[in-house]
């Protein structure tokens, strides 16, 4: 009885596309254009990426700002094997950044060796030549 | 408030398929299952039953536990996510298990079961009901499951990037680290802990020999987390009956609290959605408290948010050894039940989904 | 701007592509794993309900109406009655036949439950309800429904 399972590959896939309305899309316009935006909220604060609505206190933000496009590692996650999947393929880190100018920090990756990247440690975007409005306009963060 | 009892309950032990790396010791045998043959019980492989006959067992388990028939039932709600099995309309072919013919009144949650108790538990105080039926299944084996997990992020700002949760939970990890609120150390600690107390529960079918002063050596995948900090995902199924005004555990309070998913805007060192969830349920010390963990440092985070002492946390073992998405937090509230029905007076049942923490479930059982 | 910048558009961004793509290995329980080896001896096994005795083709692992396991498998016949048809018109994406074209509900003899299928060999507007049909098997040895190519009008083309 004991015959060999019956096993399918199987792939599911979906061409979504994502309409953006007026503030990320203008967070995305910027990053085509190499500028990094950020909103101010009813507080004062400065939050990056731009949203049309704080996080915090649910409240509409105001007016974009431009921040960056360098800044300060604030926490770092190192990476020695990059999957297929990730960003760049060189070993890196995920990191959260706080840019010139924001109040926030702000997910990104940083390329470089564990021993090379710390906390505190100041970065600058590296942009990509072709670029539609997306995060992978910045290629990566680099020291 | 209608006071909600857990009457039954009945589950499939998690079965982990894709044994990890660091897994060594004790044989890793394919788990069985023990469910209804045509001569009385008969033992199969987790592949051999589809998800109709998983939800059967449980829910048929759960009924004959609360001393209740399908008759009895006067509202059904599942959790599960297709995308774990690549099956869509996987729920509604698994609502053959219960028995969909006539028609029931009937609801899905795309989220882990605890979140299908908590809109069953709303459901019973309606007043018009008094039997609530809850199950959840998933087989994470079939899938991508990290990757299923990333369709979770914020489309716009992080799913471009692809983190894989356990980069999300790294920088969790770290900004722990980096406040002085917890060491490489401690979270090996709380992994080795885990699986101690897995190899002598009943229901989880895996142990693994980690050494603790030896896991530090075992490179970062995601610095400063291993391999072994992450969960190892498994299969399997759950359900509860829920009672109004009826018999065992009851639920003393029940709430969920969610935290920004921008990471950017929120504190990684604490879970605020946890302790609002947490005091919005009723508060105060368990005496007991079952936790759902994807990652190591989430138990200390945890365990500050909720004020809990360890000795207190996952006799059980948790779900580190073997976690199994959108079933592991409806067993939690199983495994509190149990603590209740073995003479604790109050536990806690804890259900999380997003990353980092993001959503938190909180259940607290009480002796009826 | 860089030499190296190839990025011309000036236009606002207002949309973005999220394609989303997930890879399985999909495993067949028993109870499709035993019709799929049956189908591919050009056999139609179905499972009956130890309660109500209603066959399944394709089979089920469990009665959707009494929630206890079907383990009993029941030999159907190859051909049976059309329950209720529609004529595909139109084309879309993944499509594995040319429009127009039948899908029908057939419950095959000895069954209780209507297996959905291909009608072919005869011109859409002749199918009626209650057309006796009969399988046509496959040359290529697929494990999958596939292996009945479709079904067309008893003893052959009116």
């Known amino acids: 009885m004991d015959q060999p399972a ?138 | 408030m209608r006071r909600v009892h857990v009457q039954g309950v009945g589950r499939l032990p998690p079965a982990v398929r894709n044994v990890p790396s660091y897994a060594t010791g004790p044989a890793w045998d394919e788990p069985q299952w023990s469910v209804a043959g045509p001569d009385g019980p008969e033992l199969l492989t987790p592949a051999a039953l589809d998800e109709a006959e998983m939800v059967q067992a449980v829910t048929a388990a759960a009924l004959a536990d609360a001393g209740l028939s399908r008759d009895d039932v006067g509202f059904i709600c599942s959790g599960s996510n297709d995308y774990h099995q690549g099956r869509p309309f996987s729920f509604v072919m698994a609502l053959d298990g219960v028995g969909c013919w006539p028609p029931k009144r009937e609801s899905h949650v795309e989220m882990d079961g605890a979140f299908a108790l908590y809109e069953a538990w709303v459901r019973l105080q309606h007043g018009d009901v008094d039997v609530a039926l809850v199950y959840a299944y998933g087989r994470s084996s079939l899938g991508p499951t990290d990757e299923v997990l990333s369709l979770q992020l914020d489309p716009y700002f992080l799913a471009p990037l692809g983190p894989p949760p356990i980069a999300l939970a790294g920088l969790q990890a770290q900004a722990l680290v980096d406040a002085g609120l917890a060491t490489e150390a401690d979270f090996a600690a709380v992994v080795a802990r885990a699986w101690r107390a897995a190899a002598d529960d009943l ?163 009480v002796a009826p | 701007m860089s030499d190296s910048d190839h990025t011309h558009e000036t236009a606002p961004v207002t949309r973005f592509k999220a394609p989303t793509r997930l890879d399985y290995t999909v495993t067949a329980a028993a109870v499709t794993a035993d019709f799929l080896r049956h189908i591919l001896e050009q056999r139609l096994v179905g499972r009956r309900c130890p309660v109500c005795a209603k066959v399944y083709l394709p089979p089920r692992g469990v009665c959707p109406t009494c929630a206890v396991r079907c383990h009993e498998q029941v030999e159907a016949g190859h051909a049976g009655t059309i329950d209720t048809f529609s004529v595909v018109r139109i084309p879309f994406e993944g499509q594995v036949l040319e429009p127009p074209y039948v899908c029908a509900r057939i419950l095959i003899d000895g069954t209780d439950a209507p297996l959905l299928h291909i009608v072919g060999e005869i011109a859409p507007e002749e199918v009626t309800l209650g057309m006796r049909v009969e399988a046509v098997w496959d040359d290529r040895p697929l494990p999958t429904l596939a292996r009945v190519r479709y079904f067309r009008p008893e003893g052959g083309t009116p």
Not at chain 2, 237 to 266: K, Q, S
Not at chain 2, 285 to 301: D, K, N, Q, T, Y
């Open chain 2, 203 to 365: 229901y989880t079918s895996v142990s693994a020999e980690l050494v603790e002063d030896r896991m530090l050596l075992h490179p970062a995948v995601a610095s400063p987390l291993r391999a072994h900090d992450q969960a190892s995902f498994a299969d399997g199924a759950a359900a509860v009956v829920l009672v109004a005004e009826g018999a065992g555990p009851a639920i003393e309070g029940i709430a969920h609290c969610i935290d920004p998913m921008d990471f950017g805007t929120r504190d990684l060192t604490t879970s605020r959605s946890a302790r609002l969830a947490h005091a919005a349920a009723g508060g105060g010390i368990p005496e007991v408290a079952e936790l759902h963990l994807r990652f190591s440092p989430e138990a200390l985070i945890l365990r500050d948010a909720l004020g809990l002492e360890e000795a207190l946390v996952d006799p059980t073992g948790g779900t580190l050894p073997s976690d199994v998405p959108m079933v592991s937090g409806l067993t939690r509230v199983i495994a509190a039940t149990e603590h209740v029905r073995g003479g604790a007076g109050r536990a806690l049942a804890h259900c999380t989904a997003g990353p980092c923490l993001q959503q938190n479930l909180v259940t607290l059982l």
């Open chain 1, 6 to 143: 019956l096993t399918s590959r199987f792939t599911l896939a979906y061409a979504y596309k994502r309409s953006l309305g007026p503030v990320i899309g203008a967070f995305m316009t910027g990053l085509r254009d190499r500028r990094i935006l950020g909103a101010r909220t009813a507080d004062g604060r400065v939050i990056v990426p731009a949203r049309a609505y704080d996080p915090a206190s649910g409240e509409p933000t105001g007016d974009l700002v431009e921040v960056g496009p360098s800044g300060v590692i604030e926490t770092v996650s190192h990476v020695a094997q990059p999957s297929p999947t990730d960003p760049v393929q060189v070993p890196f880190a995920w990191a959260l950044i706080r840019l010139d100018g924001a109040d926030t920090s702000f997910l990104h990756v940083v390329e470089g060796s564990a021993e090379a990247l710390h906390r505190g440690l100041r970065v600058t975007a590296r942009w990509r030549a072709e670029r539609d409005g997306s995060l992978r306009d910045i290629e990566a963060f680099v020291p």
